[in-house]
């Protein structure tokens, strides 16, 4: 059985644990709902959670034990020097799945007949025939040892799969039975439930800080290898970027630096203005029948994809700027270039800034308009002087969020600024950020064993860096101006 049938067996038995714990709660106190502890859908709840939770954990805990497990038992149907090194064993071990649940697709698709796939699971015929067997239904040679790895992993799979079912069912009507056994009138089930919702939502939080920990980890221990491979010093202040897969790459961090902040500068010019602007329309100015018809349709840009902007960026944005504005003063003559970029970026970011400004302006107290009023202050002067500085927390946030979207977007600046890695303060000329440029170093058939891969990890970092810096700035603004409204 598979793992999804498993979890539609789960939830099946939730249920059931759902009706039979509610129904046992109300008959061990004759029907009346008064003398049970807590309320009857907190006992249904109850054996849900008993009858699903445990065997859930059971079920993923097997799901990734499992693999582990299977590939250790692998490992001794090749040689020690063929699996000491990682990036190998890896390669060899996608072999021995890619033959093993090809063996199945084959016979689905007609490659393989029944009797042919029945040959290869079995020792009958010839190892010669056998891997000429496979090699035809799956394209590609196969030897010896992947095949009968491959073999292998099949009866640990499906070995491992049978016990996965039996454990997990067992579990599952275990915690049901033992839910309707204990459930009565004076269980405190409702304080039983809680505490499990409890700790959901405490795993929830861990997840998410142990998540951001292991890409910090992650990242730090490759610029780590990264800076034993290539002086750090020089990838920090480094003027130039050129790197060669063959030696003696120069890998200056500064020109695609530049080249991130660059974009990011042109496009919060463009976003911040006119996103805010729209906010603060929509949401002091507009009637309800203007704001319920501008509002989404300003909302579908957040819609589209990333890659329809590069395409508008590289077909109407590029050539309208290079034969309007750069052709005609000698700035320049390409259509990749910062201000393309810049510009689009822009356009994507004003959904983000105007959506969120216009739900923190209208969360303002009307109570402070009020009082503005009163005192004699017209409209412009009440927004400028009372909503806006009220608003400035939320409205730094929305603009940090516009500026890390900025600063980690990858295609729009591929298809709109080029490649070029420089350091120029001409708008019109092409130019890169640190985004493209990981993309790039990682693209391919690439091992992380060389300094033109590892610095992958090190742009990353300086990425987390700058993020971080906007993070704690932001903080900063938020509590500096909420001590006077507070």
């Given at each position: ?12 038995l ?12 109300l ?75 090809g ?13 042919q ?7 009958f ?31 640990l ?59 910090v ?67 002091e ?25 590069g ?69 412009s ?88 810096g ?17």
């Amino acid at each position: 059985m598979s793992v999804f049938l498993l979890i539609v067996v789960l939830l099946v038995l939730g249920i059931a644990g759902y009706v039979l714990g509610r129904g046992r709660a109300l008959s061990s106190v004759g029907g009346n709902p008064r003398k049970l502890h807590s309320l009857p859908g907190y006992y249904g709840w109850h054996g849900a959670i008993l009858a699903i939770l445990p065997a859930l954990v059971a079920l993923t805990m097997w799901v990734i034990a499992q693999p582990l497990i299977i590939e250790r038992q692998l490992a001794d149907f090749f040689p020690a020097e063929q699996i000491e090194n990682d990036s190998q064993r890896v390669l060899l071990l996608t072999d021995v799945r890619r033959v093993a649940q090809g063996l199945d697709t084959a016979v689905a698709a007609g490659a393989l007949t029944e009797e042919q796939a029945a040959m290869i699971r079995t020792e009958f015929g010839s190892v010669r025939d056998r891997l000429a067997t496979v090699g035809v239904a799956l394209g590609s040679e196969v030897t010896p040892q992947v095949l009968q790895a491959a073999q292998r992993y099949r009866e640990l799979a499906a070995t491992g799969g049978l016990w996965r079912m039996i454990v997990t069912l067992a579990i599952a009507l275990g915690g049901l039975a033992w839910a309707v056994r204990t459930t009565n009138g004076d269980l405190r089930a409702r304080n039983r439930v809680e505490v499990v919702i409890l700790g959901l939502l405490i795993l929830a939080s861990t997840i998410a800080i142990l998540t951001t920990i292991g890409i910090v980890l992650s990242m730090l221990s490759e610029t780590i290898r990264f800076s034993t491979m290539y002086p750090f010093a020089d990838f920090l202040f480094g003027l130039t970027w050129q790197p060669t897969f063959q030696g003696n790459s120069e890998l200056g961090l500064i020109p695609l630096l530049w080249g991130t902040l660059y974009i990011s500068l042109v496009s919060m010019i463009v976003a911040v203005p006119i996103g805010l602007f729209t906010a603060i329309y929509l949401a002091e100015y507009a009637t309800p029948r203007v704001r319920s018809i501008v509002k989404p349709l300003i909302e579908v840009i957040a819609g589209i994809p990333t890659v329809v902007f590069g395409l508008f960026a590289l077909v109407t944005v590029g050539p309208f700027l290079r034969d309007w504005f750069a052709a005609p003063t000698g700035l320049g003559t390409s259509g990749s270039s910062v201000m393309t970029a810049g510009i689009v970026i822009g356009i994507l970011n004003i959904p983000f800034i105007s959506s969120l400004a216009d739900d923190i302006i209208n969360a303002v107290p009307q109570s402070l308009r009020d009082g503005s009023y009163g005192l004699g202050a017209t409209k412009s002067e009440t927004i400028r002087q009372v909503v806006l500085p009220a608003a400035l927390p939320g409205i730094v946030g929305a603009i940090l969020l516009a500026a890390s979207r900025a600063i980690g977007e990858t295609m729009i600046v591929t298809m709109g600024a080029g490649a070029a890695a420089k350091l120029d303060l001409n708008p019109f000329e092409a130019m890169t950020t640190i985004t493209v440029k990981i993309v790039s170093q990682l693209t391919g058939d690439t091992e992380f064993n060389s300094p033109e891969t590892l610095v992958a990890f090190a742009l990353g970092m300086t990425l987390f860096v700058i993020t971080l810096g906007l993070n704690i700035f932001a903080l900063w603004v938020v509590r500096k101006y909420r001590e006077q409204y507070e």
